[in-house]
């Protein structure tokens, strides 16, 4: 097995070759003066099973263009079997119709990596299962879940606890946390504008006064979802408020916002190449689930259980 990476993330992508103690396979993945991208792969991969880590974050079409242009020089080096680790699906809002005359993004970007020779994908947290039916290829979604449950036990155990899904969409994640942290109660935040041009307003579903939440969500982009709803909990009486997030996209002045915000602790994975002010927040901590990516791979490559890791 191989284990190559574009440069979305190497950092992850070194943790997971290290987990498996592989070293990444010796390529360069460059651009022309015009921006092009250019790949070379520098040592032999015929016959190989190979795994190409690229993560489609911000710049989420750069990104993907990377990833698309390493499947076809594996493909034309002969590999044997070609698995793209997408950690972090970019696109995978766009996996609907909003209104008319509109694309399914998702769709669209499961047909290239298909397309450019995929044969298998391996994802975290996809932001709605469904997206597993874009590929017409064998897709394996993995759940930052067990690695959540397991720091929140260390960190925040001994506390009354109460997971809160930040919106209705997010449910059946928070169920699934909650059980896992000794059948937790649950709450939901719904946020319900009742005439167009009024302020929105957030319901609280579920008793938090005097909880310690524990917001759980796929993405955090700007961080409005998450710090308004934090915010919401406290003004209905819950203790502290700290969020697990899989995909700490934050884009624009979202970590200024956290750091602003009523939440005690922003946990991420790193899926996605932390920046610097993420970093540097003393608000956000990352927590690692290269060893959860590195165990699926290894399955993959033996053709043993993948589900078996959630068990
Ligand atoms: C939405 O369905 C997602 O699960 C996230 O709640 C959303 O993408 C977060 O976006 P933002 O941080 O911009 O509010």
């Given at each position: 097995m191989k284990i190559m990476a574009?440069?979305?993330?190497?950092?992850?992508?070194?943790?997971?070759?290290?987990?498996?103690?592989?070293?990444?396979?010796?390529?360069?993945?460059?651009?022309?003066?015009?921006?092009?991208i250019f790949v070379e792969i520098h040592e032999n991969?015929?016959?190989?099973d190979v795994?190409?880590?690229?993560?489609?974050?911000?710049p989420a079409n750069d990104n993907l263009m990377e990833l698309l242009i390493c499947i076809d020089a594996l493909k034309r080096a002969s590999a044997r079997r070609i698995t793209a680790v997408v950690p972090y699906f970019g696109y995978a809002r766009q996996d609907r119709k909003p209104g008319p005359r509109t694309p399914i993004s998702a769709k669209l970007v499961a047909n290239l990596i298909t397309e450019a020779g995929a044969d298998r994908v391996l994802s975290v947290d996809l932001h709605a299962g469904q997206i597993q039916g874009f590929f017409d290829i064998p897709t394996d979604n993995l759940y930052a879940a067990p690695a959540m449950a397991a720091d929140?036990?260390?960190?925040?155990?001994?506390?009354?606890?109460?997971?809160?899904?930040?919106d209705v969409g997010g449910v059946v994640r928070a169920r699934a946390l909650a059980k896992r942290l000794d059948n937790a109660p649950l709450a939901i935040v719904d946020k319900r504008r009742d005439r167009p041009g009024e302020s929105e307003v957030m319901n609280i579903i579920g008793e938090v006064k005097g909880r310690h939440c524990i917001l759980i969500d796929d993405i955090v982009d700007s961080g409005g979802t998450l710090c308004n709803a934090a915010q919401a909990l406290l003004?209905?009486?819950?203790?502290?408020v700290v969020a697990y997030i899989t995909h700490g996209v934050l884009s624009g002045a979202a970590v200024?916002?956290?750091?602003?915000?009523?939440?005690?602790?922003?946990?991420?994975?790193?899926?996605?190449l932390a920046t610097d002010a993420a970093k540097e927040s003393d608000r956000i901590r990352i927590l690692s689930i290269a060893t959860l990516i590195g165990e699926a791979v290894r399955r993959i490559a033996d053709e043993s259980s993948v589900s078996s890791l959630f068990d």
């Open positions: 574009g440069n979305s993330n190497l950092p992850l992508a070194r943790a997971i070759a290290g987990y498996l103690e592989l070293p990444l396979t010796d390529a360069a993945v460059r651009r022309f003066a015009d921006e092009e991969v015929r016959g190989e795994f190409i880590v690229q993560s489609t974050s911000y929140i036990q260390a960190r925040y155990g001994d506390q009354e606890l109460m997971v809160v899904s930040p003004d209905n009486g819950a203790k502290s200024q916002k956290v750091n602003n915000s009523a939440l005690k602790e922003l946990v991420i994975s790193d899926t996605i």
